[in-house]
């Protein structure tokens, strides 16, 4: 009788969840019903790898560092060849305060992965600094979460991959990183953190090491999600290794690596779970992390199931009966009126055969699902499916790259002053594809409600078919005037280092503004931007004179600007290299910015 209701209380979820839908595409059978075996373990970024050394001229990537239009602007503010940027839910990467913007990526530079760590960006003044050919930290680390505070600390936690946790603060935009290890009694070590900063307050989950990444066991779980608390930025943790009783051994055995996502705001902190196995929850301190309740937004049809010592039978036939649980990349949100938004892709999970560590996924799995506090328990809303472009009848991707998530997944939450409600996510895209697999595009839906969505938009159309490969965006949670972005740019679907395994490859790290009416025009001039990418200063430093050249370009305007934004000096070309004269301009650093018809580009210039 237990299994029976647990199956009728996921029926009801459903069935609500079908009623408010939007329009769903019809996917062929064949691919619906087609799985993929996996073993679910979680990379951590230390396994070796083996693979030939990137040969970068025989990269035919076009060049796009582009002011696409007027409304939407993108620039590359990095690059890494690692590529996994999570196994699930993305971190926090893109920290705000005002105007100013720090991003954070794992990156590597070589396909050693040797130099592995924190991809450092940051705009203030309104320029991104020149992109990083180096980490932040002096230890290989991977899986930074970025956060600001109001003491003017921006601050990276990340995991080294043995051991504990390590913490990167500096003053805002200045200054050296000061490193320091978290405190941590956790003999198997910590991997894969979440943090946000709450004013001066840091609230932080991690997982202790799962026996299948080299760890053990912690208080009976194999792989604890555990909670940090620090109220001044990072200098004392008075709160640390805490494992909530709701999420003991009396109710899981275990947890997965970046699961699970975490918020917080004027004293309230939430984090939710995305099992895939298990219960999908929501756990929420209204106390700034003193008490917690915990509600479940997707409760596991067969209570106290462990997966792959008894198959899922829940119609009691002896058959193995598949699932629709979460995919594991999800996120959380706090509104401007306190209250909590959810939302994680849908998939459908397998296992047939006991005890040989695997288990089925099914890629073409469909739906994003969207939960608030208004819901209760066991309910939730699809709010996304991927879309009939063609308008055929028919969803007509071939194939898609291997992330472990839904065709629909990946999302991000951000709110405007007026409340209403942005939810960012990937979707993979039957009209772009490499001739194999299908790219993903990124997609903004939008809610004033919170019952009634907008159709989706896509906000990186490529309507030049270079073939973009959109994934692991990260949106600043305040809309001002713009929709920020960072994501990952590749020209194959799927990853290097992970599932389809393709050939190392340089991607890039873009910025993305929008305005957040959502409605922009795709502009003509990516030649013009192309073109300055070429452009280049020299010598750097420079003392009295300094040279730009400007590679088959003319009527280029040339503008000089102290960090304080003001104007100091300024030329127009006429031939490919310009002599500019700094005799009367002081010591510092300078913005050198190039205007090329309606394109712009901006490069750092230190005068000695």
């Not at 329009?23 to 693979?51: D, F, H, M, R, W």
């Not at 898609?400 to 960012?424: E, H, M, N, R, W």
Request: glycine share 8%.
């Amino acid at each position: 009788m237990k299994r029976l209701y647990a199956f009728m209380v996921l029926a009801f979820a459903a069935q609500y969840a079908v009623a408010q839908s939007p329009q769903q595409a019809k996917i062929p059978a064949e691919k619906k019903n087609t799985a993929v075996v996996t073993n679910g373990v979680k990379l951590i970024g230390n396994e070796e790898y083996s693979q030939a050394p990137l040969d970068l001229t025989t990269n035919s990537k076009p060049k796009v560092s582009a002011v696409k239009s007027a409304t939407l602007w993108e620039i590359e503010i990095g690059t890494t060849i690692y590529d996994l940027q999570s196994n699930a839910s993305v971190q926090n990467r893109l920290a705000q305060t005002g105007e100013d913007l720090s991003a954070a990526w794992t990156m590597s530079q070589t396909t050693s992965f040797e130099d592995r760590g924190t991809g450092y960006n940051i705009k203030d003044g309104g320029y991104w600094d020149p992109q990083p050919s180096t980490r932040i930290e002096s230890v290989r680390i991977g899986w930074p979460s970025m956060m600001h505070t109001d003491g003017g600390k921006e601050i990276v936690i990340s995991h080294p991959g043995t051991a504990g946790l390590l913490m990167a603060s500096r003053d805002m935009g200045t200054g050296a990183w000061t490193e320091m290890d978290l405190p941590t009694d956790v003999s198997a070590g910590l991997l894969w953190p979440r943090a946000v900063a709450d004013g001066n307050t840091i609230h932080m989950i991690a997982l202790s090491t799962p026996t299948a990444n080299g760890g053990t066991e912690y208080q009976g779980l194999d792989g604890a999600l555990l909670y940090y608390r620090s109220t001044d930025q990072g200098a004392t943790w008075d709160m640390q290794d805490v494992l909530f009783p709701q999420m003991d051994t009396s109710q899981f055995a275990g947890f997965d690596g970046d699961n699970y996502a975490i918020t917080a705001r004027d004293g309230k902190v939430a984090f939710a779970v995305f099992n895939d196995w298990d219960d999908t929850f929501v756990m929420i301190s209204e106390d700034g992390g003193d008490t917690w309740n915990k509600t479940n937004i997707i409760s596991f049809p067969l209570e106290g199931f462990i997966q792959d010592t008894e198959i899922l039978d829940l119609d009691e036939d002896g058959l193995a009966d598949t699932v629709l649980t979460a995919d594991g990349a999800g996120a959380i949100f706090i509104d401007n009126n306190m209250m909590t938004h959810v939302s994680f892709g849908a998939m459908r999970y397998l296992d047939e055969t006991v005890g040989d560590d695997q288990w089925s996924y099914f890629p073409f799995t469909d739906g994003l699902e969207y939960w608030n506090e208004n819901y209760g328990a066991d309910s939730t809303q699809y709010v996304a499916y991927v879309r009939d472009l063609d308008d055929n009848g028919t969803y007509d991707a071939e194939d898609v790259g291997t992330y472990f998530i839904s065709l629909v997944g990946q999302p991000q939450f951000a709110q405007d002053a007026d409340g209403k409600l942005y939810l960012s996510y990937t979707e993979v895209v039957e009209s772009h594809s490499s001739g194999s697999q299908n790219f993903r595009h990124i997609d903004v839906i939008t809610t004033d409600d919170f019952v009634t969505w907008s159709d989706p938009v896509d906000i990186t159309p490529d309507e030049d078919f270079w073939g973009f490969e959109c994934v692991f965006p990260s949106m600043a949670p305040v809309v001002d005037d713009y929709i920020h972005i960072i994501y990952q740019r590749d020209f194959e679907p799927g990853l290097h280092v992970r599932g389809d395994e393709d050939p190392a490859d340089t991607n890039d790290i873009v910025y993305l503004q929008i305005t957040k009416d959502l409605d922009y025009e795709i502009g003509d001039n990516v030649a013009e931007v192309d073109a300055l990418a070429e452009v280049a200063l020299y010598p750097v430093p420079a003392s009295e004179m300094v040279y730009a050249a400007l590679p088959g370009l003319k009527n280029v305007n040339i503008q000089i600007f102290d960090m304080a934004g003001k104007l100091v000096a300024s030329a127009m070309n006429a031939a490919e290299v310009v002599a500019i004269d700094l005799r009367d301009i002081e010591t510092g650093m300078y913005l050198v910015q190039f205007e090329y018809k309606g394109a712009v580009t901006t490069q750092k210039l230190m005068v000695q």
